[in-house]
T-cell receptor
Framework: GAVVSQHPSWVICKSGTSVKIECRSL??????MFWYRQFPKQSLMLMAT?????????EQGVEKDKFLINHASLTLSTLTVTSAHPEDSSFYIC??????????????FGPGTRLTVL | GENVEQHPSTLSVQEGDSAVIKCTYS??????FPWYKQELGKRPQLIID?????GEKKDQRIAVTLNKTAKHFSLHITETQPEDSAVYFC??????????FGTGTRLLVSP
């Protein structure tokens, strides 16, 4: 299979604090992981592409100093929302590609993390 | 860059009817077109995908068709069931670039 997990599944924090979200590939090694943000009743918007051992590639309009991404191993990528504000409240979803399968384009999504900033 | 449009935004059908969701894309270099189903508060799940070298693909009640000339692809669900109710997203991927998602279709299947 290709299972991707995320932790935590939900988090509530105060404005100004930082929150770390973990994304793990459980049964495969993922050299590339993706971080998406999804606001209510909207589509998935790619925030950044996380590459193991190198700097993440951020999409236009996404502040790299606010959304820190670390992909230190082949099974773990983390997204840290720094100095969170209420407008950062959203559903954050990661995905990963499994290079070990025939269909390398398929992305497997994590269960998502619902962030609420008070 | 790639732009994907999806229609309709909402679709209501009676159980047993067919449902069709359509997407258009702009980048002729796109060669991978997946469809995802997302239930409320859950992860998107891949239900079917198609590549540009294939015109149609079917998996039980679900089928996808691709028209490269017109740059559009469609999801067909036959014999719909209440558990098919969800939000469906199409996506397109040009070569080695990122996956671009459509705006989503909320499908409601009434018993």
């Amino acid at each position: 299979g290709a299972v991707v997990s995320q932790h935590p599944s939900w988090v509530i924090c105060k404005s100004g604090t930082s929150v770390k979200i973990e994304c793990r590939s459980l049964d495969f090694q993922a050299t590339t992981m993706f971080w998406y943000r999804q606001f209510p009743k909207q589509s998935l918007m790619l925030m950044a592409t996380s590459n193991e051992g190198s700097k993440a590639t951020y999409e236009q309009g996404v502040e790299k100093d606010k959304f820190l991404i670390n992909h230190a191993s082949l099974t773990l990528s983390t997204l840290t929302v720094t100095s969170a504000h209420p407008e950062d409240s959203s559903f954050y979803i990661c995905s990963a590609k499994n290079p070990g399968v025939k269909d390398v384009d398929t992305q497997y999504f994590g269960p998502g993390t619902r962030l609420t900033v008070l | 860059g790639e732009n994907v449009e999806q229609h309709p935004s909402t679709l209501s059908v009676q159980e047993g009817d067919s449902a069709v969701i359509k997407c258009t894309y702009s980048d002729s270099a796109s060669n991978y077109f997946p469809w995802y189903k997302q239930e409320l508060g859950k992860r998107p799940q891949l239900i079917i995908d198609i590549r540009s070298n294939v015109g149609e693909k079917k998996d039980q009640r679900i089928a996808v068709t691709l028209n490269k000339t017109a740059k559009h692809f469609s999801l067909h669900i036959t014999e719909t069931q209440p558990e098919d109710s969800a939000v469906y997203f199409c996506a397109a991927k040009p070569g080695f670039q990122k996956l671009v998602f459509g705006t989503g279709t909320r499908l409601l299947v009434s018993p």
